[in-house]
């Protein structure tokens, strides 16, 4: 009798611990679901970085906004003025051949030459993911125009390897890469060289990059 | 007795091994975040507090370069009513901001959709197959150009060449904006070729491969009417200038 109550009381209490810590996961759960959803658990440097992005992105729509709203104000001055509209539409198409690759671009930068191990037993090869990283590196830190081997990257470039030629866009070139970006120099260059960056990746695969900074790099139009 | 007494205290001892056992792993699995959630609130809180301020500014900023392009155009439509030349011009301007990605895009085309797999990682896993990581985005955006793409948007954000798509830890910022998953990549273009070429390409065959041995969220879908959204950023410079 002693050993079946013993066997039950032991069941009962197994039975409470386990209602006990089973019904205190869910609400674990939660918290553990909330702080992800309010990043209230994320990593200060990672948040300092994101309100970084964040006060560069407010930068940059001040600027088209002030941009439009002195547009705005021109056109309401020369409302019966078509001279003065002509003139404004003829700078904007000047500006927007800039952006759509009908003019060529001169301005300073930087330019990053990138060489293959091509000597040895097993020669180095740098990857889709890396050139991708690399050229991305650059836009994040302040390139404005970026050529690969004097190839001007446009919004439907894609860059990609197959064997020992390297595809940009519908153009075909090969190892070495000389990677020419106009920009914040300063930006650029610390961008590509913090510790545990793309090119410490590149360098730890025995692919050389080095990066120079040119006061004066010309981009040509795009063909 | 004797015997009844000591299977009590086996018994005890027992529970106590197992219970001090199972809140030991209990304690174990939820360290880091016990610790994180008791070291950093008070600083996080303030951060996540500027985060969201500069999230509601863009924002509001957003709706006003909107509506400011929408001032310009309806001026430029009633301007170009009163000349030819005028009008002529103003054409011209509106093919090189379609160009220039400053212009809503619509038409038929590609919609990849990623996002974080639900299954939590066990502790044998490696967390990093559970998770869509910026490089992915970037290789999916390489693809759609590779395969045709005439204009591509990750979310709400317009993909154009200097679009960065960074993460800062576990947040994938893309044209320095946050972006929450899942991550919509939508590509305006000729769908049999863009979703053909892309379903086939290795890249996406081992996304689906993590979908389907970790739970990631991966799919690819063809559409017959798709759009993408202007891009914000200002057409002008600072540093490149028109070369002589």
Sequence with gaps: ?223 | MNGNRRNSVIFLVVLFVTATGFGYLLAVQFEPTVNKAYVVPAQNVELVDIMQGLEAENVASVQRILDLRNQVVDFEARNAATSGEVAALTQRVQELRAKAGQTDMMGAGVVVTLSDSLRTPTLSDDPNYFVIHDGYLRSIVNLMRRYGAMAISINDQRILADSPIVCAGPIILVNSTRMSPPYVITALGDQDMLGDSISQDVFFRVLEMYRDQFGIVCSLEKKASLSVPASLKTSEWRYAKGAQ
């Design chain 1, 1 to 223: 009798m002693s050993k079946v109550s013993a066997w039950r009381s032991s069941l009962l209490i197994l039975f409470v611990i386990s209602l006990v810590v089973g019904s205190l996961l869910p609400g674990q759960a939660r918290v553990v679901r909330e702080m992800k959803q309010t990043y209230q658990n994320e990593d200060p440097k990672d948040l300092i970085r994101v309100i970084k992005d964040l006060q560069q992105r407010k930068q940059d729509l001040l600027t088209e906004e002030s941009r439009l709203s002195q547009k705005v104000s021109q056109y309401t001055r020369a409302s019966n003025d078509t001279a003065a509209q002509v003139a404004q539409l003829q700078h904007e198409i000047e500006v927007l051949k800039e952006r759509t690759g009908e003019v060529a671009l001169s301005g300073p930068g930087v330019r990053v030459t990138i060489k293959e191990e091509s000597s040895g037993a097993s020669p180095s090869m740098i990857a889709d993911d890396d050139l991708l990283l690399l050229l991305n590196d650059l836009w994040a830190s302040g390139a404005e125009v970026i050529s690969v081997n004097g190839i001007r990257l446009m919004d439907s470039t894609s860059v990609y390897r197959a064997g020992l030629n390297v595809h940009v866009g519908a153009k075909t070139t090969t190892m070495p890469l000389v990677i020419d970006a106009i920009g914040d120099t300063e930006n650029m260059s610390k961008g590509l060289q913090i510790p545990g960056g793309v090119l410490d990746l590149l360098n730890l695969r025995r692919i050389s990059a080095i990066v120079q900074k040119v006061s004066k790099i010309k981009i040509g139009i795009s063909t």
